[in-house]
């Protein structure tokens, strides 16, 4: 699954603090069953629900783990051409699709031909990720990047990146940068103005602290995620809670998760970087909430999605719910309140 910039991640966190929800309690008609509030701890944890306890079962923190190639570096660039701020320069690593991986250069000091210096200048490319042995190999084709200054003016360059990444905590990396004008380049001036970027490793990965094989659940909660325990589930084209039987699910497509990915860590998320768990999803689950673009601030609106959703266990039983509310009592975006009945008549 590809991977939002750290921009648009910002954005998207804006509009979850101030997202507009909407109590869709009436939606659908009366309910007198059970209904149930699941505590969405924001980012940093799981809520495990049993339809058949009627409760939240077990909280588990996400936790990190050293070894991954993504994450916060700093190192120094033993360059004395173009980029001059070479102490302890900042680099993030970001994954993509596959192998792929972002690596930007959020805030660099730029040396121009003329003597002068431009602060606040970025970049990006990517590279391919390789993890043998205890390094990770990274490796990428010289392609044009454009350059971003902080007076609004960019420009282009060829760059490459190559090199060897640690596996574990505070292991070296050592990574070639190239880097020349385009408009050099092409005129025939050939001219490495990047060098060799090193430092020790900070890569992260995520995981559950914790079994979630070891005890009984049926659904779990990360924010607006949903992931089943081997389940199914599908949305049904009705808001009407009380007519929907277990007749009402014959012949119905049940979707079962697939391999995903959730926000987990937000800590360098300033920095450009933002931690990904990998981790089963279930894609219809997750139509729960809709978040609709306003074109301002906030830059989302969201809503509950007042159908009905049907899960079927692992064990072959089935749960109708539908969603409420998208707030816990003190009003913030933290719960998932529904109304369900297991097993489904």
Request: charge should be negative; include cysteine; aromatic fraction near 10%.
């Amino acid at each position: 699954m590809k991977k939002m910039n750290w921009f648009l991640v910002v954005i998207m966190l804006f509009g979850a603090c101030f997202a507009a929800c909407t109590d869709d309690d009436d939606n659908g008609g009366s309910w007198d069953g059970e209904s149930v509030t699941v505590d969405c701890d924001p980012y940093d944890a799981w809520s495990y629900f049993s339809f058949k306890e009627g409760k939240t079962v077990k909280t588990l923190k996400v936790k990190s783990m050293e070894g991954a190639v993504t994450g916060v570096y700093y190192g120094d660039l033993s360059s004395s051409t173009l980029i001059k701020n070479t102490d302890s320069l900042l680099m993030v690593i970001n994954e993509g699709v596959g192998d792929t991986v972002v690596i930007s250069f959020p805030a660099c000091e730029i040396g121009g031909m003329s003597g002068t210096e431009t602060t606040g200048a970025s970049f990006s490319l990517k590279a391919i990720a390789k993890k043998e042995g205890n390094v990770w190999n990274i490796s990428s084709e010289k392609s044009v990047v454009t350059m971003e200054k902080e007076d609004e003016t960019t420009t282009d360059y060829y760059m490459s990146i190559n090199g060897t990444i640690g596996t574990t905590k505070d292991a070296d990396f050592s990574l070639a940068l190239y880097m020349n004008v385009k408009a050099m380049e092409d005129g025939g001036m050939q001219m490495n103005m990047g060098g060799t970027f090193a430092g020790e490793s900070t890569g992260k990965t995520y995981g559950v602290d914790g079994d979630e094989t070891s005890f009984d659940w049926d659904i779990a909660f990360h924010r607006y995620d949903i992931k089943t325990n081997g389940g199914a589930a599908v949305m049904l084209q009705t808001t009407d809670l009380e007519s929907v039987t277990s007749a009402s699910v014959t012949g119905e497509s049940f979707t079962s998760d697939v391999d995903g990915e959730v926000m987990v860590d937000m800590s360098g998320m300033m920095s450009g970087f933002v931690g990904y768990q990998p981790t089963k999803v279930n894609e219809v689950l997750a139509k729960w909430v809709t978040a609709t673009p306003t074109g301002s601030m906030p830059p989302y609106s969201y809503e509950i999605n007042g159908k009905v959703f049907v899960v079927k266990t692992a064990g072959g039983e089935y749960a109708k719910l539908r969603f409420t509310d998208m707030s816990d009592a003190t009003g913030k975006n933290e719960a998932a309140t529904f109304d369900y009945e297991f097993p489904l008549k």
